[in-house]
């Protein structure tokens, strides 16, 4: 098998507007997707949705139809790193039936965000984050957390985080638990390794590359002036460099483009990238 081939039989997409878990399966089984990404964020996805007899149906049912599962989990509203014990400890909980969700439905990755924090806007110096005034109880409230986290999904799914947002806080956390937590991994999105006038964040980078092996999911759109999650081509993404850095490894890829018409034209990209994949 080829590194190209290696990518696109990992290749799927993220499932925020379909109708079902198993209309989204279908869609990746008669596309040529090779998984699917759940993003909880969706009420209609909430893990309490669904009977222990309808877990084990879509289990079995990505099975038959050969497509893997993965789980999003919400971004905006779950920080690890706010200071509030109790509201922290609600978060982590509610991560903890994500993960026996995804350990019942044979999601085999869980990707989370850090979460943000607090920021103050000043004159002349933009928004400056909390963890300026107070590093030392982010680090130990995002450390603890991570490990609880960690620890509870072993055997039952793989906690991948992602790079948004990544600060130092963060990533000296990461820096830390990485080499010991055995089922703690990194989710690269590698658009949001730039910043919206298209300059790399050069510390990312450099994060994710000393920590390769760790990659388990990547995720793939456009960033351009307009944002992010666009169509793959419209920025100034060199794809072609970061698929070469990863082809070789156990990384599985999500087109994250919505509605889904968008990220099957996003795979159809990537497809014509074959001959500069080597």
Not at 230 to 244: Q, S, W
Request: aromatic share 8%; proline share 4%; net charge neutral.
């Amino acid at each position: 098998m080829t590194k190209f081939e290696k990518i696109r039989s990992r290749i799927g997409y993220h499932v925020v507007y379909d109708e079902s878990i198993k209309d989204a399966i279908d869609y990746a089984s008669k596309n040529g997707f090779a998984s699917i990404q759940i993003d909880l964020t969706m009420p209609k996805f909430f893990p309490e949705k669904y009977t222990a007899a309808q877990r084990r149906e879509i289990r079995d049912y990505a099975e038959k139809k050969n497509v893997k599962i993965t789980l999003h989990l919400p971004g905006e509203d779950f920080s690890l790193q706010t200071l509030h014990s109790g509201i922290r400890s609600a978060v982590i909980k509610r991560m903890k039936e994500c993960i026996d969700f995804a350990r019942e439905i044979g999601a085999t990755s869980m990707t989370i965000h850090p979460g943000t924090v607090p920021v103050f806007t000043m004159p002349g110096l933009g928004h400056v984050p909390i963890t300026e005034q107070y590093p030392d109880l982010h680090k130990e409230a995002l450390e603890k957390a991570l490990h609880e986290l960690s620890k509870y999904a072993e055997g039952k799914t793989r906690i991948c985080v992602e790079n948004s947002p990544f600060d130092k806080v963060v990533m000296e956390i990461l820096g830390k638990l990485l080499p010991k937590e055995k089922n703690l991994f990194l989710t690269w999105d590698i658009a949001k390794t730039y910043r919206i006038d298209g300059s790399l964040k050069v510390d990312v980078e450099e994060f994710f590359l000393k920590h390769l092996d760790k990659v388990c999911e990547c995720h793939l759109h456009e960033r351009t002036s307009e944002g992010v999650h666009d169509v793959i081509g419209r920025g100034k993404i060199d794809f072609v460099r970061y698929l070469n850095l990863l082809g070789d490894l156990d990384v599985g890829y999500t087109i994250e483009v919505r509605p889904r018409e968008r990220a099957l034209h996003c795979l159809r990209i990537i497809e014509g990238l074959k001959d500069k994949i080597i």
